[in-house]
């Protein structure tokens, strides 16, 4: 069974830092493309990052650019977050999720249950 | 960044009623669109993929449809667990975007 574990979630100051991660199981870690996806409270879906299967390439939304880094581990089968420079406007509930396929195109074909960042003084 | 346009963003109807959400991109997709499907307190939950795959499970009242720029979910009869919030989602680009939710609940 395909299961995504998100963890590292909590309350940080404004400007504090945050790491992220999220522990796969059940699939062949590195054929998948990986995303961060966040829902602010009572809001929609954010997309927030992704990252290929070999890890070589990256992509973030404009929002965070410059302040959050999307990284994995292949040998340990897990994705991660870094936040830095955080905001109250990064208040969210952090969702990892695996696309659909190995392709280049993909949507997200399994999600976790969410790990939640709270950015406040 | 490709703007995803969905609407309604609320839908009132009743179990068995036929139930179309549409999605706008502002530029063309092709065909990579996803809709998912999110309940309260829950993750969301792919339910079509490519525009009109149909996800392994999903129950076959759900399709959807379209190419380019206009794409739509329907329902072909509503069912008392589809009340629920759906997303659409385009994934032709970097950065991936959401639509803005539209949700389906109890007239």
């Known amino acids: 069974e395909v299961q995504l574990l998100e963890s590292g979630g909590g309350l940080v100051q404004p400007g504090g830092s945050l790491r992220l991660s999220c522990a796969a199981s059940?699939?062949?870690?590195?054929?998948?493309?990986m995303s961060w996806v966040r829902q602010a409270p009572g809001k929609g879906l954010e997309w927030v990052s992704g990252?290929?299967?070999?890890?070589?390439?990256?992509y973030v939304a404009d929002s965070v650019k410059g302040r959050f880094t999307i990284s994995r581990d292949n040998s340990n089968n897990t994705l991660y977050l870094e936040m830095n420079s955080l905001r109250a406007e990064d208040t969210a509930l952090y969702y990892c999720?695996?696309?659909?396929?190995?392709?280049?195109?993909?949507?997200?074909?399994?999600w976790g249950q969410g790990t939640t960042v709270t950015v406040s003084s | 960044d490709i703007q995803m346009t969905q609407s309604p963003s609320t839908l009132s109807a009743s179990v068995g009623d036929r139930v179309t959400i549409t999605c706008r991109a502002s530029?063309?997709?092709?065909?990579?669109l996803a809709w998912y499907q999110q309940k309260p307190g829950k993750a969301p939950k792919l339910l079509i993929d490519?525009?009109?795959t149909l996800e392994s499970g999903v129950p076959s009242r759900f399709s959807g449809s379209g190419y380019a720029t206009e794409f739509t979910l329907t329902i072909s009869s509503l069912q008392p667990d589809d009340f629920a919030t759906y997303f659409c989602q385009q994934y032709n680009s970097y950065p991936f975007t959401f639509g803005g939710g539209t949700k389906v609940e109890t007239k």
């Open positions: 059940g699939f062949t870690f590195n054929t998948y493309a």
């Open positions: 990252i290929t299967g070999s890890g070589r390439s990256t």
């Open positions: 530029q063309s997709l092709v065909g990579w």
């Open positions: 999720a695996k696309a659909a396929s190995t392709g280049s195109y993909y949507g997200m074909g399994v």
């Open positions: 490519k525009a009109s």
